[in-house]
C-alpha cells in the first residue's frame, strides 16, 4: 500500500477568513502530525457565505508560523491570474517557507459564486485550459531562473529574470485538478508533479487514474502524487491501495472553527 500523508483542506471563508486563526489551527495541525494544509482560492461564494479571504496572505502567515507543513493553494485558477505575478508569489512563498509550496491548479468554476462572470472573466472552459497551459510554460521557465521569452496567445513575458528561484528544484510542485475520467487535465498533469481528482466517488477510479498518467509520463518511476479529498468518515486505506499519496479533509463551506478543530483532534491517517 502507498503510504498516505494527510492535509487540512480548508474554505477561507467566515470563520476562517481570518489569517491569523488559519495559522493558529496550522501550528496545531503540526503539533498534531499532519502533514499538510491547502486553502482554497476563490473571490466569492455563494450565500451565505460572505467573508472570503485571500489565499496567498494566509498561506504567508502558515509558512511563519509553521515549519514542517506542506502548504498551498487548491486550487488556484490560473487563468484568473497573471502569471508573472504568480511566479514572484510562488518563489518568495517557496523560500519563506523554506520549500514547503505545492501549487495546486486548475480551470476554476462560475458555478457556486459566480466570480468569473461577476469579474469578466472568460467562461469558455477551453479558452481557460489554453491560458491555464500558457501560465504553467511561463511559470516553469521562471522558476528555472533563466530569461523568461514567451509570446503566446494570451500572456507575454519578454526577456525577464525571476530572481531568486524557488527552494524546491527544479521547481514548486503543481498538481493538477481535474474530473475522474476527463483525459485533457490528466495529460496537463502528467507533465507536473500530482494530479488532484476533483468529485471522486469511489477507489477503483484512482487505479484507473494512477495508470492512465503513468502512461502518459516521460519516466512513470519518479515520485508523484495522487491527492484525493475525501467525507469525514471515509475510509482512507482502499484509496491509498488504489495509488492515493495524499488524503485532503473535505471540509464544506458551512462547517464551524469548532468542528474543523474536532477534525483536527482527530488526527491524521
Known amino acids: 500500500m502507498t503510504k498516505m500523508r494527510s492535509a487540512l483542506w480548508l474554505p477561507i471563508f467566515d470563520e476562517l477568513a481570518e489569517p491569523a486563526v488559519v495559522a493558529r489551527l496550522a501550528v496545531e495541525a503540526e503539533e498534531a502530525g499532519w502533514h499538510g494544509l491547502f486553502v482554497w482560492d476563490h473571490l466569492r461564494w455563494q450565500a451565505p457565505v460572505r467573508e472570503v479571504a485571500d489565499p496567498w496572505i494566509t498561506l504567508t502567515a502558515v509558512a511563519c508560523a509553521t515549519e514542517h507543513l506542506r502548504i498551498g493553494p487548491m486550487i488556484t485558477p490560473l487563468a484568473r491570474r497573471r502569471p508573472a505575478k504568480v511566479a514572484r508569489e510562488t518563489t518568495t512563498l517557496d523560500r519563506l517557507s523554506g520549500g514547503r509550496l505545492t501549487l495546486g491548479v ?18 469558455d472552459d477551453r479558452q481557460r485550459g489554453r491560458m491555464l497551459d500558457e501560465s504553467l510554460e511561463i511559470l516553469t521557465a521562471a522558476w528555472s531562473g533563466e530569461p523568461v521569452h514567451h509570446h503566446g496567445e494570451h500572456y507575454t513575458v519578454d526577456d525577464v529574470e525571476f530572481l531568486p528561484r524557488p527552494v524546491q528544484r527544479p521547481g514548486v510542485p503543481v498538481w493538477v485538478a481535474g474530473f475522474p475520467g476527463n483525459r485533457k487535465p490528466m495529460q496537463r498533469a502528467a507533465r507536473h508533479d500530482g494530479f488532484f481528482p476533483v468529485n471522486l466517488e469511489h477507489p477503483d477510479q484512482v487505479a484507473e487514474i494512477a495508470a492512465t498518467i503513468a502512461e502518459l509520463r516521460d519516466d512513470p518511476t519518479a515520485p508523484y502524487d495522487i491527492a484525493v479529498a475525501l467525507p469525514t468518515g471515509t475510509d482512507p486505506a482502499p484509496y491509498a491501495a488504489a495509488g492515493a499519496t495524499w488524503w485532503l479533509t473535505d471540509v464544506s463551506p458551512g462547517d464551524t472553527l469548532d468542528q474543523v478543530r474536532g477534525l483536527l483532534r482527530d488526527g491524521p491517517v
Not at 462560475?110 to 472568460?122: I, Y
Open 106 to 123: 486548475g480551470l476554476g468554476s462560475d458555478r457556486f459564486g459566480n466570480e468569473l462572470s461577476k469579474t469578466g472573466e472568460s467562461l
